[in-house]
């Protein structure tokens, strides 16, 4: 799951673009100033960032710009009602990957999250974890770890259905031989080495929490 640090002090504005982007599976952290923003970033790694520009406390290009002096090169998009050239000008100067006008199509706006995302997308993402689709390698902190086969296939699963329940006939045709023992031990493992939270749904199946 991508990580996206929203930037952002209309409270309107801001709510509707948290449910926009959760519905299309990103996971989205608020921000209603530039100083909790900096905050957030040096605390978490975010795969995105959008940025308005006209927040309190420390504007979007400030913002920006302290990122890439320190050596942050995650990509960031400007979202502002700020049209002028000049302003345009400050944005990419300051490390911008793309600049958006606001009022903005929504819709527009998510191709163009996409678009930017797309050299990742051999990778399924999930907190620290990253699972690598054309290896089956799963990089914990950006370091390679070791899964066994059936716990990595199990957690695949999970993957592809982020905050959704897994029926449990699903994942037990994943196991060598199958039955409820098994199935629990495997999912004790997976949540063992990996850290994660699956939570038991009784008489339907597993899930693996959103974070």
């Known amino acids: 799951m991508y990580k996206i640090l929203l930037l952002e002090d209309d409270e309107i504005l801001a709510q509707t673009m948290l449910e926009i982007l959760s519905d299309e599976n990103f996971s989205v952290s608020l921000a209603k100033n530039g100083e909790t923003a900096l905050s957030m970033s040096y605390d978490y790694n975010y795969d995105l960032y959008l940025l308005d520009v006209n927040v309190p406390f420390l504007n979007g290009f400030d913002f920006l710009k302290s990122l890439r002096d320190s050596g942050d090169e995650t990509p960031a998009f400007f979202i502002t009602a700020l049209k002028d050239l000049?302003?345009?000008?400050?944005?990419?100067?300051?490390?911008?990957?793309?600049?958006?006008?606001?009022?903005?199509?929504?819709?527009?706006?998510?191709?163009?999250?996409?678009?930017?995302?797309?050299?990742?997308?051999?990778?399924?993402?999930?907190?620290?974890?990253?699972?690598?689709?054309?290896?089956?390698?799963?990089?914990?902190?950006?370091?390679?770890?070791?899964?066994?086969?059936?716990?990595?296939?199990?957690?695949?699963?999970?993957?592809k259905e982020v905050g959704r329940i897994v029926p449990k006939e699903i994942l037990m045709d994943l196991l060598e031989k199958p039955s409820d023992v098994a199935l629990r031990g495997h999912i004790a493992k997976i949540k063992k080495i990996l850290d994660v939270d699956i939570s038991n749904i009784r008489a339907q199946g597993y899930r693996l929490e959103k974070i």
């Open 86 to 159: 000049d302003s345009l000008s400050k944005g990419f100067n300051a490390g911008c990957d793309d600049y958006i006008k606001k009022p903005f199509d929504f819709d527009e706006l998510l191709v163009r999250i996409r678009a930017k995302l797309k050299i990742k997308e051999n990778f399924l993402i999930y907190g620290n974890l990253r699972y690598n689709l054309t290896n089956d390698e799963i990089l914990k902190n950006n370091v390679p770890i070791n899964v066994p086969y059936v716990d990595k296939t199990i957690f695949l699963q999970f993957l």
